[in-house]
């Protein structure tokens, strides 16, 4: 069974750093195209961050350069080092394993985790 | 970027109705759309992707179609469990984008 159970959410102060971990079951995370999401509260969903298995990965503007993304294959775990926070960072964030095709783009986040809230102030 | 945008924001439906849901991108996309149900306090599921395929053990009274900036979520015959909030997605390009989202709430 795929699970993924996020956790390093924390109340922070602005300007301050945080890791958030994404400890994944079930399959690879090496293997894998996985991505971070976060929702603000009331609010909808908002796509952050994508580390593909061949180590290449993607951010929005808006957090490029203050997030990495990252992953540990002994720990079968993704990361997102999120610093500069601001009060606007503050969401619940969650982590996804995507679906895609061969040669293909991603279809969808296949497999979410409950999620892990960060709250800037 | 590509904006999604949803209609209705909400909607009120009773057990029984049929549903539809709209999304609209601001370009197209061509069929590189996911649709996702979130319950409160919950992470959002994947119901369909690539437009109109179904994910493996999601009902079949859920369906969707579409193409280049319209698409539609719909659901034949609401049922009680299907009380939620429904987001559509773009993949075609980066930044991958949300739609606000759809609460289907009970009339």
């Known amino acids: 069974e795929v699970q993924l159970v996020e956790s390093g959410g924390d109340l922070i102060q602005p300007g301050g750093s945080l890791r958030l971990s994404c400890v994944a079951s079930?399959?690879?995370?090496?293997?894998?195209?996985m991505s971070w999401v976060r929702q603000a509260p009331g609010k909808g969903l908002e796509w952050l961050s994508v580390?593909?298995?061949?180590?290449?990965?993607y951010y929005r503007d808006s957090v490029k350069g203050r997030f990495t993304i990252s992953r540990d294959n002994s720990k079968n775990s993704l990361y997102l080092q999120m610093n500069s926070l601001r009060v606007d960072d503050t969401a619940v964030y969650y982590c996804?394993?995507?679906?895609?095709?061969?040669?293909?783009?991603?279809?969808?986040?296949?497999?979410w985790g409950q999620g892990t809230l960060v709250t800037v102030s | 970027d590509i904006q999604m945008t949803q209609s209705p924001s909400t909607l009120s439906a009773s057990v029984g109705d049929r549903v539809t849901i709209t999304c609209r991108a601001s370009?197209?996309?061509?069929?590189?759309l996911a649709w996702y149900q979130q319950k409160p306090g919950k992470a959002p599921n994947l119901l369909i992707y690539?437009?109109?395929t179904l994910r493996s053990g999601v009902p079949s009274r859920f369906s969707g179609s579409g193409s280049g900036t319209e698409f539609t979520l719909t659901i034949s015959s609401l049922q009680p469990d299907d009380f939620a909030t429904y987001h559509c997605?773009?993949?075609?390009?980066?930044?991958?984008?949300f739609g606000q989202g759809t609460e289907v709430e009970i009339k």
């Open positions: 997605q773009q993949l075609q390009s980066f930044p991958w984008t």
């Open positions: 079930g399959f690879t995370v090496s293997n894998e195209y």
């Open positions: 996804a394993r995507l679906s895609h095709g061969a040669g293909v783009g991603v279809y969808a986040f296949e497999s």
């Open positions: 370009q197209s996309i061509g069929d590189w």
């Open positions: 690539r437009t109109s």
């Open positions: 580390l593909y298995s061949g180590g290449g990965s």
